[in-house]
Structures are given as structure tokens and as C-alpha cells.
């Protein structure tokens, strides 16, 4: 199953990803800036690129609300159509998720794939698990995509071989479709079930020692920082999504041990089925002691991103953990904001302000840090040693007198 949804082929060891060109489209809601449709598409454009799709051009429309059949309007639609005529585009992708009967019919009428936010990032997923539980979770969650949307696909096929009506045989075809897909779906969540009473027991055998858990947005540096700071090898790559396992590492600060887990990065507007289907790798972020909210400083919407891992935080109802607010990529922030003009001491008035600005908002430690130039790692190191080490003293009193 998960092959078929690869947009670009995967890559193979020395062979070349093929490239696919796509087209974007979002719609501008009521309430809804351009400038901040415009940083969604952003992020779209770098999904479809983590997919392995280019972007020729990118479509925007004001929309009170969405079409039921052609989600945009018509207008916009046959713009589109023009547009692709004479290109090589193969995929247009949706900012939003469409319906699957939305889907055949702009599929129909623009005569190529068709893709939304939640089967891009699906696709992303695929491509990416690396392990049984990753695999099955993203397998699951796709299932759990398809199913609503067999009824469209049905329809579409049915009118290609010449149109039966709504009734007849194509709705037996539908209900055997939904069953197997409901089988499967059965399936697997019995393999993650025994996948995670594994994990549990794995998880048990760790012993008394502090959990740490970075969390974050994706791409904002949290695979970074682990290396950094257990000394370790995470796969980071500028691509969304670069890590879907969580990895756990033992550290230790000083003499003081404790265990330091990287996440799956979250991302706006998430698949529900994603984040239900990923639930068992995040309890590595439930069961943990201290969060550590990795942001992008230097990203413009980090603010936008900061209150969509809180969003997330509190689905799991991890929200009161005490956490350590990393904002990283300083140095990219300074490159992005600072001219050469300006002195070490305004630099060091400006970053207080934002330092403090970020703490009167976010209320937590809050720390400015650059991964790459290791600015403030040790300061990092410090604080969260500090934080470790009281919890250790609320937990493990016995245990925290030796350090
Ligand atoms: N300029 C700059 N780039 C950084 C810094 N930290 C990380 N990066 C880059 O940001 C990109 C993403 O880093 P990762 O560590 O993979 O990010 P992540 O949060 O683990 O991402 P996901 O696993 O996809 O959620 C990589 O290209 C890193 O090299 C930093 O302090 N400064
Ligand atoms: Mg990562």
C-alpha cells in the first residue's frame, strides 16, 4: 500500500530522485491574511519539495466557503486548466483537504493527480518510516484517509466505464471495498497494539532514570540539538519530517544521568489520523519528565508554530510538564535581521528585549541558542541540568544526593 502513494520514486542508493512538477493551490478564509496564506503555501511548497515535487506556480483564491463539488471556483479552475495545458505539470496540490468526490472532479477535469495537505503529508510519512511501528502507524493512518473517501473513487471509476447509475453493481463494489479496508484497518491496529506492549516493557526496564523529551515543530533543529548534546548520530536533514522514530539516548551531564528522546516535529493542520495513528510514539513524550520546545527563531511564523505544538501539547495533555523553551537558529535570525552596521552592544540590547519579550509570553526558561555555532550550548546544558536535577530531587531524593 504505502508504495503506491510515493510522488517522486524513492530515492535509491546513487540513483537520482525523479522529479515531478507541481502546482499549488490554497484558498484565502475569511479572517485570513494573504501574507499569511502566502507562508502556508510556503510550507506547502516545502513539503512538495520534501515529496519530491517542484513547484511551477502557485494559485490563490478568496473564498467564503469551499465549493461541494470543485472546492474552488469554477473560474479559478479553468485558470488552472490553461496553465497546465502546455506544462509538464503532473500534480496539483490543495492546501486544504478535499472530499474524495471534490478530488475525481477536479481530477476529471484537470487530467492529473490530485493532492491534498493530508495525503502530501501521508506521503511524506511513507516514505520516511523506517521502523514496524512507524510503518504500520503511517499504513494505518492512510487507511483511515482512504476509507471516507472510497465512495468518490467508486463513483469516478464507474462513470470512466461508461456511468451506472448511483445503485447497482458499483455500490456491492463499494461495500467489499470498505470491508477489506475495515479489515485492514482491524489488523492493523492489533500489530501496533502488540508493538506497543513491547515498548512498554522496553520502556519499564529503564530504571529510575529522569526522561527529557524534545518536542517541536519540524525542521526547527531538535534531531540538531540531540547530537549535540548526547554526542550522538540522528539523522537532521533540511526536509520536514526527517525524523518519524523516536529515538531515546542515554546522556549523561557530569556524572548525573538521564534519557533524552527526539520526536516527530508537528506541523499546522496534522492529519487527525496521523497524530491518533502516531499516539504510541508520543508516549515517549507523555511519559517523560521535562519537555524541551525546541522553536525556529529565525522562521517568521515561529509564534504561529510555538501555539501549534502547544495545541498538540495539550492533546496529550502534556501541557503542565515543566519545559525549557529553546529558541535555536540565532545565528540564522541575526543573518536574516541584522545588518553589519550594527554594534555587539545593540545586538546584546535587542536580544534581551526578545528574550524577555519571549518570557512575558511564553512564561517559561526561555533561551536563545544556535545549534550550528554552539552559541549558548553550555548555558543550555546548565539550565537543563539544573531542571533534571530537581526533578530528580522530587522523585528520587535517594538517588539525586549523589550528584
Ligand atoms: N542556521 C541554522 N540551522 C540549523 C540550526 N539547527 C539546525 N539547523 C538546520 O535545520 C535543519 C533541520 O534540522 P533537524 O535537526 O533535522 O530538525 P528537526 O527538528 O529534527 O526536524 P524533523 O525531524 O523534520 O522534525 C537542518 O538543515 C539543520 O542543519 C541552527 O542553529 N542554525
Ligand atoms: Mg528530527
Same mark, same amino acid.
Given at each position: ?9 524513492? @530515492? ?10 507541481? *502546482? ?11 501574507? !499569511? ?49 502546455? @506544462? ?14 471534490? =478530488? ?10 490530485? *493532492? ?12 520516511r518510516?523506517q ?6 502507524? &503511517?499504513? %494505518? ?6 476509507? $471516507? ?10 462513470? !470512466? ?7 447497482? $453493481?458499483?455500490? =456491492? ?8 479496508? +475495515?479489515?485492514?484497518?482491524? @489488523? ?20 529510575? %532514570? ?9 525542521? &526547527?533543529?531538535k534531531s540538531t540539538?540531540m547530537n549535540?548534546?548526547?554526542?550522538s548520530e540522528v539523522f537532521a536533514e533540511n526536509k520536514?519530517f526527517a525524523t518519524l522514530d523516536?529515538t ?8 548525573? #544521568?538521564?534519557?533524552?528522546?527526539d520526536?516527530v516535529g508537528?506541523?499546522?493542520?496534522? $492529519?487527525?489520523? %496521523? ?35 502547544? +495545541? ?8 503542565? @510538564? #515543566? ?59 546548565? *539550565? ?10 522530587? +522523585?528520587? $531524593? ?6
Amino acid at each position: 500500500m504505502s508504495d503506491n502513494w510515493n510522488i517522486g520514486k524513492e @530515492k535509491k542508493k546513487g540513483l537520482e530522485k525523479e522529479t515531478e512538477y507541481a *502546482v499549488l493551490v490554497g484558498v484565502i478564509k475569511e479572517g485570513q491574511t494573504e501574507e !499569511q496564506v502566502a507562508e502556508y503555501l510556503d510550507e506547502l511548497e516545502f513539503l512538495a519539495n520534501t515529496a519530491g515535487a517542484e513547484t511551477l506556480q502557485v494559485f490563490t483564491q478568496k473564498l467564503k466557503r469551499p465549493d461541494s463539488k470543485t472546492f474552488i471556483g469554477s473560474g479559478k479552475l479553468q485558470e488552472i486548466k490553461e496553465y497546465i495545458e502546455d @506544462k509538464d505539470v503532473s500534480l496539483v496540490i490543495f492546501d486544504d483537504d478535499l472530499t474524495g468526490k471534490q =478530488m475525481n472532479i477536479i481530477e476529471e477535469e484537470l487530467k492529473v493527480k490530485i *493532492v491534498d495537505r493530508s495525503s502530501l503529508i501521508l506521503d511524506i510519512f511513507a516514505g520516511r518510516a523506517q521502523s514496524a511501528q512507524a510503518k504500520t502507524q &503511517v499504513e %494505518l493512518a492512510q487507511m483511515q484517509y482512504l476509507l $471516507p473517501r472510497l465512495r468518490g473513487l467508486w463513483t469516478h471509476l464507474e462513470r !470512466q466505464r461508461g456511468g451506472i447509475g448511483m445503485r447497482g $453493481p458499483g455500490e =456491492m463494489e463499494i461495500e467489499t471495498d470498505r470491508r477489506i479496508v +475495515r479489515d485492514k484497518i482491524a @489488523k492493523l491496529k492489533d500489530r501496533l497494539e502488540k508493538i506497543d506492549r513491547q515498548n512498554q516493557t522496553q520502556r519499564k526496564n529503564r530504571g529510575d %532514570l529522569i526522561r527529557v523529551a524534545l518536542v517541536g515543530y519540524t525542521n &526547527v533543529g531538535k534531531s540538531t540539538l540531540m547530537n549535540i548534546l548526547s554526542k550522538s548520530e540522528v539523522f537532521a536533514e533540511n526536509k520536514l519530517f526527517a525524523t518519524l522514530d523516536t529515538t531515546v539516548r542515554k546522556v549523561v551531564f557530569g556524572t548525573m #544521568p538521564f534519557l533524552l528522546s527526539d520526536t516527530v516535529g508537528f506541523i499546522r493542520k496534522l $492529519p487527525t489520523h %496521523l497524530i491518533e495513528s502516531f499516539k504510541s510514539t508520543l508516549d515517549e513524550v507523555r511519559e517523560s519528565d521535562i519537555l524541551v520546545h525546541v522553536v525556529d527563531m529565525a522562521h517568521t511564523e515561529y509564534e504561529d508554530h510555538i501555539a501549534t505544538v502547544n +495545541r498538540t501539547l495539550k492533546d496529550l495533555k502534556v501541557e503542565e @510538564k #515543566p519545559t525549557l523553551m529553546v529558541f535555536n537558529k540565532l545565528d540564522l535570525y541575526r543573518e536574516k535581521n541584522y545588518d553589519e552596521l550594527l554594534l555587539d552592544e545593540e545586538r546584546e540590547d535587542i536580544e534581551n528585549g526578545i528574550k524577555t519579550h519571549l518570557e512575558n509570553n511564553y512564561g517559561n526558561t526561555t533561551l536563545l541558542v544556535s545549534a550550528h555555532t554552539k552559541e549558548n550550548i553550555d548555558q543550555l546544558r546548565d *539550565v537543563l541540568g539544573e531542571m533534571i536535577l530537581s526533578e530528580y530531587n522530587v +522523585r528520587y $531524593p535517594y538517588i539525586a544526593k549523589q550528584w
